[in-house]
Structures are given as C-alpha cells and as structure tokens.
Nanobody, 115 residues
C-alpha cells in the first residue's frame, strides 16, 4: 500500500497559522478514521487529532480550540488547520489512519514555530 503524503508545513511565528494537507492513495479513504500525529526531536510520535468517517473529532488537550481536523472524501485528503501556533507545537507532522499502521507512515511535514 502506498504511503500517505503530507504537505503544508513551514516556518511560522508564534501566533501564526498553517494548514497541513495529507493525500491518501486509497479508494477506501472515506471509511478510514484518520489521524494527525506529531513528533518533536527526542520525543515519541503522538496523536494530535483524529476524525472518524462520520465526522466525529477528537483532539489532544494541548491543541483544543486551536487546531481543526477536516476531510474531503472526494479528494481523498485530510487537513489540519493550525491556528495560534505555539513554540511547543514545533514538530514533524504526519498523517495515518487511527490506530496507525506502520507501513503507511509518510515523510511528514516539518512545522517550525519561531520568532
């Protein structure tokens, strides 16, 4: 199975916004619970947000009210809108199904938050 492809990362100042995208090469996309994960240097990879096929969302406490996960089933794409970014949000962001499957990890997209 092909890996997922993340994009949209970059350098942003504290308080800024970014929108991440993840293209999922599968015609089963609409049936997947999708997740966004992040991994900071020296730390484990953690789930940040997830969205079920019927649109229910869950967020880790530290991003509630700032991050929004969404999906476009017609485009096989999941998004992560990140607002009010903080230095602590800096990490490599990945998408995967939830629970994650090892073979689907992509290269991720780097998010740097710095003034």
């Amino acid at each position: 199975q092909e890996q997922f492809v993340e994009s949209g990362g970059g350098l942003v100042q504290p308080g800024g916004s970014l929108r991440l995208s993840c293209a999922v090469p599968s015609n089963q996309f609409s049936f997947y619970t999708m997740g966004w994960y992040r991994q900071a240097p020296g730390k484990q990879r953690d789930l940040v947000a997830r969205m079920t096929p019927d649109g229910m969302t869950t967020y880790v406490e530290s991003v509630k009210g700032r991050f929004t996960i969404s999906r476009d089933n017609a485009k096989n794409t999941v998004y992560l809108q990140m607002d009010s970014l903080q230095v602590e949000d800096a990490a490599v962001y990945y998408c995967n199904v939830n629970p994650a499957r090892f073979g689907l990890w992509g290269q991720g997209t780097q998010v740097t938050v710095s003034s």
